[in-house]
């Protein structure tokens, strides 16, 4: 049984940061990538950051440079380095991982980030 626990999220004030961590346990394959989404009132769940087994990254446009994506594949976690952030940054932030068969997808139960402005 294939699970995310995801642990990090919290309430701070505008530009200040948080760091998300992701653990993975119960996997027989290897993960290729692993990601982070995130969930905000009323919008549908987006990419935030996403990372290749090789470590190569991508982000959407509102959090490059502030947001920082990396992964342990030794460890089997992902975190996600959240830098200056920004009310518009508050929402359920998701981790992610993708195997190597289509079927294998997971997610994590999410974890709540709120920044007051």
């Known amino acids: 049984q294939v699970q995310l626990v995801e642990s990090g999220g919290g309430l701070v004030q505008a530009g200040g940061s948080l760091r998300l961590s992701c653990a993975v346990s119960?996997?027989?394959?290897?993960?290729?990538?692993m990601g982070w989404y995130r969930q905000a009132p009323g919008k549908q769940r987006e990419l935030v950051a996403i990372?290749?087994?090789?470590?190569?990254?991508n982000y959407i446009d509102s959090v490059k440079g502030r947001f920082t994506i990396s992964r342990d594949n030794a460890k089997n976690t992902v975190d996600l380095q959240m830098n200056s952030l920004k009310p518009e940054d508050t929402a359920v932030y998701y981790c992610?991982?993708?195997?190597?068969?289509?079927?294998?997808?997971?997610w994590g139960q999410g974890t709540q980030v709120t920044v007051s402005s």
């Open positions: 992610n991982i993708y195997g190597p068969q289509s079927s294998d997808v997971y």
């Open positions: 119960g996997s027989t394959f290897s993960i290729n990538a």
């Open positions: 990372i290749s087994r090789g470590g190569t990254t």
